[in-house]
């Protein structure tokens, strides 16, 4: 009777404790992907060929920050597109301007992937590092 007793005391309790640390595990804060060094500097289109040669070459770049020399192609306030095959999305968190076509920056963001159909790069949280005109 009394090992009934002491079951349905510790059970709740260590059932508590595991989802409180299951809890903090899983509420980390965002990756500020603009606020990290980039770990590679290249053009658009030295990355596409790089991602485009298979796994095993392109698995240093995947979720690393690379920085861009780039060229816009266009830019609809959440994703922009580079000349050379590179679509990325903006970061949400900081604010940025909308780019003319033809306008020649530096901006860095996380590599997430190739896409074999389009032939193109995706990143996310993209952030505008220089502009010729600043």
Known sequence: ?????LWRVVLPVVGGLLAGVGWLMMEQPHRDVGGEAPAFQMVPGELVG?????????????NSVVELNAVVDADDGKRATFEGGVVASWDTIRPHPLLEAGTL???????????DLFEEV??????VVETPDR
């Open 1 to 5: 009777m009394q090992n009934r007793k």
């Open 50 to 62: 790089l991602l485009s040669q298979g796994d095993s070459v392109a698995a240093p770049y995947l």
């Open 105 to 115: 920056l530096r901006v860095k963001g996380r590599v997430t992937g190739y896409d």
């Open 122 to 127: 995706r990143m996310d949280g993209l952030v």
